[in-house]
């Protein structure tokens, strides 16, 4: 879900891009332009695709997902991930540039992961009836928005961050929406399969925890560089200026 392309792509990935490859991206691109080019003609914004986006995930992650209806909750999930290639196609038809843009889209991801992991919580909490993967989900609830943002804490005060990390948004969402997708399948009769969704918590927390770690050595790393290399500076401009000083 977003504005437009070229700010986009510098933004945190989206489910979307997660989900399809370089290939399949062009694909769809290509079927949902005319799409696109609909919208654009009945007046509707960029903005609104990436609203009614949003509001698609999270209702199809709490509707269903508390309810422990995975395969269908996914199902919803998956055909409103599609307006994340929609409002970028949109932006390009218009040559829209826009930061607004690029905060919305980054600021309803956020959103996005909220409800999808907080509907695991909510199931957990009742009818899944474990205590312990409610906690699991909740914690990876809380680390993918620690984890986006020291990315972003760090960029704002000067610091490249040039780590990506073990697990970032893009691995987290597909790994646990497809681990949901086929647990959904144990209603239809699929025996076990219900074990994928708690394998995938497990795997999405440590590897949320990892990333953090990775992000915050990171960031101390850079910091002692950048203030080391300008103290250095300092130390190199000084003689000159006290060399200025002396010959007045």
């Not at 949901?180 to 927390?205: C, D, N, R, S, T």
Request: glycine share 10%.
């Amino acid at each position: 879900m977003g504005q437009p392309e070229a700010i986009r792509a510098a933004a945190t990935p989206t489910v979307g891009k997660a989900m399809l490859n370089k290939y399949a991206r062009a694909f769809f691109t290509r079927v949902l332009t005319p799409f696109a080019a609909f919208l654009i003609r009945r007046g509707v914004s960029p903005d609104a695709v990436t609203l009614v986006g949003t509001a698609g995930v999270v209702a199809g992650a709490l509707v269903f997902y508390p309810r422990g209806e995975f395969f269908w909750g996914t199902i919803v999930i998956t055909l409103f991930v599609f307006s994340d290639l929609v409002d970028g196609n949109m932006a390009r038809q218009l040559g829209r540039s826009s930061r607004w843009g690029a905060f919305l889209d980054s600021t309803l991801d956020r959103v996005a992961d909220s409800a999808i992991f907080g509907g695991f919580a909510l199931w957990y909490a009742g009818g899944g009836d474990d205590n312990i993967l409610c906690a699991v989900s909740i914690f990876c609830l809380a680390s993918g928005q620690v984890v986006s943002y020291t990315k972003a804490r760090g960029e704002s005060i000067g610091l490249p961050v040039a780590v990506n990390g073990l697990v970032e948004r893009a691995e987290r969402l597909v790994v646990s929406l497809v681990a949901a997708g086929f647990a959904g399948l144990h209603k239809f009769g699929v025996p076990g399969i219900q074990y994928l969704l708690p394998v995938a918590l497990w795997i999405v927390a440590v590897g949320s925890l990892v990333t953090l770690i990775q992000r915050v050595v990171t960031v101390r790393r850079e910091s002692a560089e950048a203030e080391a290399a300008a103290a250095a500076q300092s130390t190199a401009d000084r003689p000159e200026t006290e060399g200025h000083e002396a010959a007045k």
